[in-house]
């Protein structure tokens, strides 16, 4: 299937190929830290579908401009996840955005720029960690 891949997140850790892969689409996991990222032909490797990355990019897959959309999808995620699920995807993100290791546009093959996808994930974490302080003051208050 082509020359190994390395796992964008642990340092020079091959990859292994996962059997469902396809001809057009090779899905791999790191024996490290058990991530799972896709490649289709022509494109470099990513986050495969149900990573952190992936769920926050699909409430955008259809916007224009993936920025004015950041409350939307952050409160969405709010309303539905767990404060330790949010923490944990918002690190995954901030990894994402502080060392960048793919075209995130590539993981759900979104149309829009990558500076203005780059920049949505920004606000959406920058909203989660303002709504977090927040409700641990209010949790806080309460004690």
């Known amino acids: 299937m082509g ?10 850790v091959e990859l292994a190929v996962v059997p469902e892969s396809t001809e057009g689409t ?3 996991e790191c024996p490290r830290c058990h991530r799972h990222f896709t490649q289709k032909s022509g494109r470099g490797l990513c986050d495969r579908w149900l990573s952190p ?3 926050v990019l699909y409430g ?3 916007e224009r401009h993936p ?3 950041y409350q939307r999808v952050a409160e969405l995620f709010l309303a539905q996840r767990t404060r330790e699920e949010i923490s944990r995807m918002m690190e995954e993100i901030a990894q994402e955005l502080e060392e960048p290791t793919q075209n995130v546009c590539d993981i759900l093959e979104l149309r829009q720029k990558e500076e203005d996808v780059r920049g949505f994930l920004r606000l959406v974490v920058e909203h989660w960690t303002e709504a977090l302080k927040s409700r641990s003051a209010i949790g806080e208050e309460r004690a």
Do not use: G, K
Request: proline share 5%; charged share 15%; with cysteine.
């Open 3 to 12: 020359l190994p891949q390395y796992c964008l997140r642990c340092d020079s």
């Open 26 to 28: 090779t899905f791999y």
């Open 53 to 55: 990355l992936s769920l």
């Open 60 to 62: 955008v897959i259809f």
């Open 67 to 69: 920025q004015d959309a």
